[in-house]
């Protein structure tokens, strides 16, 4: 086997990448190549990042964005995943509403940030609506095609055998849908956290995306705090699709794409 396709190769490769990176951070910053007024070293950044791992305001701040990003996520994909199926089950209402999602899926949540604002406030409920609407629409059409996405010979195979209403969805629909849904949900993972943060960041609610806005206001003196800030969100952004894809290919071990990817691997 190519010594570069081994997990512990890739594994070192990505840990040396992120080492160099880091490097060039710091000798970029000694140097003075960046601008110490706006960009504090590497050292400094990860300096206050150890220091603000300490503090209780911090890990506070991560329940509030993992609260705000988890209750979003489990009410937008629950419906998506409703919706959808009911869609891709029937014909005439596929028909019927498929225009009107894939134009919602077009509007920016951005845009209505202003309005939840006016509603909720900076506050919970207003973090839950934002990722609730963004990973809704992109994941019901993922479930949509999903159930339509039956293979013609499966589906004639069920119907000579008389497959019939639940068994049928359980045994052909529901299988078919299954690779399209975790794809869905592993996107709509990472776009809910990227979601929550901006919920935060310009709405004004508890979490990660505040704590950011607060230090960057506080001055300059605060840019390693702001840093180390940001440095936790793709932290966490990297975590939450690891653990996705993570749970996807356990899940679907079954399926021909994973076992396509197992043998590759192997």
């Not at 070192?12 to 190549?33: E, I, K, N, P």
């Not at 998506?80 to 225009?99: H, K």
């Not at 339509?148 to 045994?171: E, I, M, N, Q, S």
Request: a positive charge.
């Amino acid at each position: 086997m190519n010594v570069v396709d081994t997990g512990w190769f890739r594994a070192l490769a990505r840990v040396a990448v992120v080492a160099l990176v880091l490097a060039g951070w710091q000798v970029l910053s000694v140097t003075g190549t960046l601008d110490a007024s706006s960009f504090p070293s590497m050292t400094a950044t990860m300096a206050e990042l150890g220091r603000q791992l300490t503090e209780s305001d911090l890990w506070l701040a991560v329940w509030e964005t993992i609260r705000g990003w988890g209750l979003g996520l489990l009410i937008g994909c629950s419906l998506a995943i409703v919706v959808g199926t009911l869609l891709g089950l029937n014909r005439f209402a596929y028909l019927s509403v498929i225009p009107v999602i894939e134009f919602l899926k077009t509007v920016p949540v951005i845009a209505i940030l202003p309005l939840a604002i006016v509603v909720w406030g900076a506050t919970l409920e207003m973090k839950v609506f934002l990722v609730a609407f963004g990973v809704f629409w992109p994941l019901a059409i993922q479930t949509l095609y999903g159930v339509r996405a039956v293979d013609p010979v499966v589906r004639d195979t069920a119907a000579v055998l008389r497959l019939r209403g639940w068994r049928k969805f359980t045994t052909v629909t529901l299988p078919s849908a299954a690779p399209f849904i975790a794809t869905g949900l592993r996107v709509a993972a990472a776009v809910g956290l990227i979601l929550t943060i901006i919920a935060e960041l310009i709405g004004g609610a508890e979490g990660l995306g505040l704590s950011i806005l607060t230090s960057v206001n506080a001055g300059p003196s605060r840019l390693p705090a702001t840093y180390a800030f940001i440095l936790l969100t793709g932290v966490a952004g990297v975590l939450v699709t690891g653990a996705f894809a993570y749970l996807e290919q356990r899940l679907l071990h079954w399926h021909e794409s994973q076992r396509n990817a197992a043998s590759k691997a192997a």
